[in-house]
């Protein structure tokens, strides 16, 4: 995913590519099942999901921009970023299901898993963009009104501003509060989730329109135009905040309480990881270098991951071991599905993807347009 012009941020490089790793983890903890006779596969999957709304701050951080350019370039840019990698890599996740058998465990069942036609490729791409790909279709409509949105907040003063974060973040506090109380019903008080659902009947623990994921598509360009007028102190107590709720989400998780989707906790977590990525030192060219290609091709390895962690657990059977054995060999899997999906990204994008968004852009006259980085889960 490209980033906007001028010179690259490495921190956010890296959140970007550690992120991504998050992605292809939360996809393989399925594989890891039960160690010692215990399922954390709940709790661990949360723990790496943070990875969306990162991902989605990250979206807006640099999507929520004034435009360069007219909206039509704008437009059709996000065309060929964000739409055609679609078209392109499940083509060709397409080809490597039917090619390896693995179209039944990449979205199609029964019949329709041995039909390789076109209407067995419009099925599968039908499948895949609303399972596994669910991220981008969300994305899509935030990144058409992001011209729109920068708009609206660059019009609010560094007060104001600071004043909706606040409201925002008393929100969020009220909704773990309620989501606290729905979850008293699992021991068995019964009237806990009536009473949590009055609560938020009354007082809404979200804004509308900012609610669920395009909160965070807008706390990106907060963190943006508010991180450098922030304070040492308040960043280290929004890293402090955001690492304990971090961890925290994924207990509540892990041992059953009750938690909307997205979190309310996430709103802190997200806070912190971009204050982390804003702390990040890298030394060497090689390092930064690698770092800033592993990032641009964050979006093909989001693309081909699934069928990366299909093919790669497909030969790893942990069924037969358990404790340290299981937990390293699926760490292994994971890191190899993360490393399969970066080598082919960047051979197919170089390849492939490449020249036909040349060719497009050309066709289109945006060759100068201006990319907008974006993700996926």
Not at 54 to 66: C, D, M, Q
Not at 197 to 213: C, V
Not at 246 to 265: C, K, Y
Request: net charge positive.
């Amino acid at each position: 995913m490209g980033a906007g012009s001028g010179e690259r941020d490495v921190g956010l490089d890296l959140l970007r590519s550690v992120a991504m790793f998050a992605v292809v983890a939360v996809h393989a903890v399925p594989y890891l099942g039960v160690v010692c006779g215990a399922d954390v596969t709940e709790g661990l999957a949360k723990l790496f999901l943070l990875c969306d709304p990162v991902f989605f701050a990250l979206s807006g951080y640099f999507a929520i921009r004034p435009l360069k350019g007219t909206l039509r370039d704008y437009y059709l840019g996000k065309f060929v970023s964000v739409v055609v990698p679609i078209i392109v890599y499940s083509v060709v996740a397409y080809a490597f299901a039917a090619r390896f058998g693995y179209l039944g465990a990449l979205g199609l069942d029964g019949d329709a898993s041995s039909a390789v036609s076109p209407a067995g490729y419009l099925a599968f791409a039908s499948s895949i963009i609303s399972g596994a790909w669910w991220f981008v279709p969300v994305l899509i409509p935030m990144l058409l009104g992001a011209p729109f949105l920068f708009v609206m907040l660059e019009a609010l003063s560094d007060s104001q501003l600071r004043l909706l974060v606040k409201v925002v973040i008393a929100l969020s506090l009220w909704g773990v509060a309620c989501d606290l109380v729905a979850s008293l019903s699992a021991f068995g008080v019964t009237w806990a989730a009536d009473l949590s659902s009055t609560l938020l009947h009354l007082i809404p623990a979200r804004m509308e329109p900012l609610f669920g994921y395009p909160l965070f598509f807008c706390m990106g360009y907060a963190l943006r135009r508010l991180g450098s007028v922030t304070s040492g102190e308040a960043r280290n107590h929004a890293l402090l905040l955001g690492l304990l709720f971090w961890v925290g989400d994924a207990l509540l998780a892990q041992f059953g309480f009750e938690r909307s989707n997205p979190s309310h906790l996430w709103v802190f977590s997200t806070v912190g990881a971009f204050v982390l990525a804003a702390g990040v030192r890298v030394r060497g060219s090689r390092a930064t270098r690698f770092i800033e290609w592993t990032s641009r091709r964050s979006y093909s390895i989001y693309l081909f991951q699934a069928a990366a962690i299909v093919l790669v657990f497909g030969h790893v059977d942990l069924a037969a071991f358990d404790g340290a054995t299981r937990v390293f060999l699926w760490l292994v899997a994971t890191f190899a599905s993360y490393a399969l999906s970066w080598c082919a990204a960047s051979v197919l994008d170089i390849v492939l993807l490449a020249p036909i968004q040349r060719c497009l852009k050309q066709a289109f006259g945006i060759a100068g347009a201006r990319q907008v980085s974006t993700k996926a889960n």
